[in-house]
């Protein structure tokens, strides 16, 4: 079941990281203002987000949350 994900880190992720999750989840954003970044919005079953956390465990990111982000459906029928 693939659920949306928004996920933040301390600080900046190395450009190769970027890169990198990219290519694996294509239309996937990243965004940074020094002091975190912030993917706001992936798309992704439990296996590619646990994918996604060993490539930040890998650079040393720290994490800083892991929210699962309901869908217009679920927030209409709880």
Do not use: C, H
């Given at each position: 079941?693939?659920?949306?994900?928004?996920?933040?880190?301390?600080?900046?992720?190395?450009?190769?990281?970027?890169?990198?999750?990219?290519?694996?989840?294509s239309a996937?954003?990243?965004?940074?203002?020094?002091?975190?970044?912030?993917?706001?919005?992936?798309?992704?079953?439990q296996?590619?987000?646990?994918?996604?956390?060993?490539?930040?465990?890998?650079?040393d990111?720290?994490?800083?949350?892991?929210?699962?982000i309901?869908?217009?459906?679920?927030?209409?029928?709880p």
């Open positions: 079941m693939t659920t949306n994900y928004r996920v933040e880190v301390r600080g900046v992720l190395p450009s190769g990281l970027n890169d990198e999750l990219r290519r694996r989840f996937v954003v990243v965004q940074s203002d020094g002091d975190r970044t912030v993917i706001p919005s992936m798309a992704v079953d296996a590619a987000l646990r994918a996604v956390l060993d490539l930040l465990w890998d650079v990111g720290e994490l800083l949350l892991v929210k699962a309901p869908s217009d459906a679920e927030r209409r029928n």
